[in-house]
Structures are given as C-alpha cells and as structure tokens.
C-alpha cells in the first residue's frame, strides 16, 4: 500500500475549530499507519510541523490534526517517517501521540486535558520533563541525543562552581 493510499484511510474532523485525527480502519500494534511527509523541512518549528532533527522541522500536513495524549496511541518514527501504531487501534478511534517524543522545545506550550494517570500537565517539549517521565515514553533519536547533551552540560556548572 503507497503512503498516498494509507494517507486516505485517515480523517480530519473538525469540530469548534478544534481539529482531530482519527481512522477509517483498525490498525494492529506495530503497524504503519502511513508515512510522515518530508517535502518541505524547515529550521524553525510552527504549529503544523513535527521536530525531525536537532534544527530540523517538516510540514505533516493532513498530521498536522494529530493531537497530543499522555497516553498515546501512535508514534511517531522520525529515523523511518512514519506513523506506527503504538498499540491495537480501532476503526474510527482519533489518534494521538506524545508530543515531547518528538519536540525539545515547543513554540506555543499548553496545559494538556487528556486525562490520563501519568499526565505531564504542561507540553512545553522533552527538555523539561523528568527522565522518569521520559523513559515511559518512545523518545526519536534527535531527543536522546539532546537530552545527554543537556545532562553532560552539568558537568560545566559543577567545574564553574569550583573556579
């Protein structure tokens, strides 16, 4: 199935200019959902974007509707872009993924209302969320990596202390 086709299994609803992603199909566990488009890659992020890379950002387009859950249904595999079922999802049922999986540092935070036990409260990005928070989710590769990057920094204010 081309990514265009699976594209077309997905639905954009909009109701009270609150937009939402959901599914013409079931999906199982593991499954790609469909591929994340890459055309137009950017340096800075905006709200139709997903962060790809360190200072990297792609237009999603009709993913742009995917909205955030503490408690995510999808992921967001930014090393094969594409969309992966996070576990079995029903025909009909709207999608969500982990936005701080994604993006250090968001442009527009929000306090999050999904509802769930381990809610984060304020999705501002990966850089200020505990690691034990961190590690219950898939976290892309760009975040790791900055993620030791900002661990290994502290090293420098302990040696700034000392001088």
């Known amino acids: 199935m081309s990514s265009t086709t699976m594209m077309e299994t997905l639905t954009i ?14 999906y199982k566990k593991g499954e790609i959902i469909c591929a994340m488009p890459s055309e137009d890659v950017r ?6 974007t997903v962060q790809i890379g360190r200072d990297k950002h792609t237009h ?11 408690d995510p249904n999808v992921i ?3 090393e094969s872009m594409e969309m992966v079922a996070a576990r079995d999802i029903e025909k009909g049922e709207e999608l969500f993924f982990f936005y701080p999986s994604t993006e250090w540092q968001m442009d527009a935070p929000f306090i999050c209302l999904c509802g769930s036990a381990n809610c ?13 928070t961190l590690e219950r989710h898939y976290l892309n590769p760009h975040i790791r990596e ?18």
């Open 13 to 26: 609803k909009t109701e009270n200019k609150f937009r939402t992603l959901t599914t013409k199909r079931a």
């Open 43 to 48: 340096e800075k992020p905006n709200r139709y």
């Open 60 to 70: 999603v387009g009709k993913l742009a509707a995917l909205n955030h859950s503490c």
């Open 76 to 78: 967001l595999d930014t």
């Open 120 to 132: 984060i409260n304020v999705v501002a990005g990966a850089r200020f969320l505990p690691l034990s």
């Open 146 to 163: 900055m993620m030791i990057e900002l661990l290994n920094n502290t090293k420098h204010n302990l040696e700034k202390i000392k001088s």
